[in-house]
């Protein structure tokens, strides 16, 4: 039986050491993508594989077993202030390593897997720049999977509060766990699906639902635009760093 091999981009937020510890568990070769020399310090002597997202990343291409692609952080990962060009770099640069790793494994059956956030599908008023850039990053990865990779799956899970399964909230069953939601990536499979995870992310959309039709249906009124959160990818971000 060939061994499958587990890919976490954004290995060093909670979920993506959930993700990395599971996959080692169950007896996947596992390899994490750092961004630079910091994060590969920080990653090194443990029992998964790290990468630079700069380097060549051709071994990944051996062997003909399954490959899952886990991509933890893509865009903000916290809802906050907006920081601009900036995270339009970070984002550029990371689809880049995404891209470059996809190409290096298309002969191999691909998955991917976008963890994601319960607010892009429904953000407020106060989480309009955080949702946006999520369903941004959400398209653009879409299509650099559909780009590069023929045969590759694409899904999305969408957590609500992700807590510390021993903290009191995470006891009290209304928000996803790490260990959760990484047992649920687990379980979609090479399947091309999105999947809300947590009852309080259920709960957040049944509220909006009941919020948008109680809204009286109004004229639009003039306002500013917003800043555009349109993200080009220029040919050297596609392969690599800007």
Not at 46 to 63: E, F, K, N, T
Not at 105 to 125: F, H
Not at 214 to 236: F, I, K, Q
């Amino acid at each position: 039986m060939s061994t499958r091999t587990t890919i976490v981009t954004g290995p060093r937020t909670r979920a993506g050491l959930a993700v990395s510890r599971r996959a080692v568990v169950n007896g996947d070769a596992v390899y994490l993508v750092a961004r630079d020399a910091d994060d590969c310090a920080a990653l090194s002597g443990g029992d998964a594989s790290v990468l630079r997202i700069d380097q060549d990343m051709a071994l990944l291409g051996a062997g003909d077993g399954e490959v899952r692609l886990v991509v933890c952080a893509l865009g903000p990962v916290h809802p906050g202030p907006s920081r601009g060009e900036l995270e339009a770099q970070h984002v550029a640069r990371d689809l880049g390593g995404i891209e470059r790793v996809l190409a290096a494994t298309a002969g191999r059956p691909v998955a991917v897997v976008l963890i994601s956030s319960v607010i892009a599908l429904a953000p407020g008023p106060d989480r309009r720049h955080y949702g946006g850039w999520k369903c941004l990053v959400e398209q653009q990865l879409a299509d650099v999977v559909a780009r590069t990779s023929a045969h590759a799956t694409f899904s999305v899970v969408y957590p609500g509060r992700i807590v510390d399964g021993t903290s009191r909230r995470g006891l009290l069953g209304l928000h996803t766990t790490y260990r959760g939601l990484a047992a649920t990536i687990d379980r979609l499979g090479r399947s091309s699906r999105t999947r809300v995870s947590g009852v309080d992310a259920r709960l957040w959309l049944v509220a909006h639902a009941v919020r948008l039709l109680l809204t009286p249906v109004l004229p639009p009124r003039a306002s500013t635009p917003g800043p555009s959160l349109e993200l080009h990818l220029s040919a050297s971000d596609r392969n690599g760093l800007p």
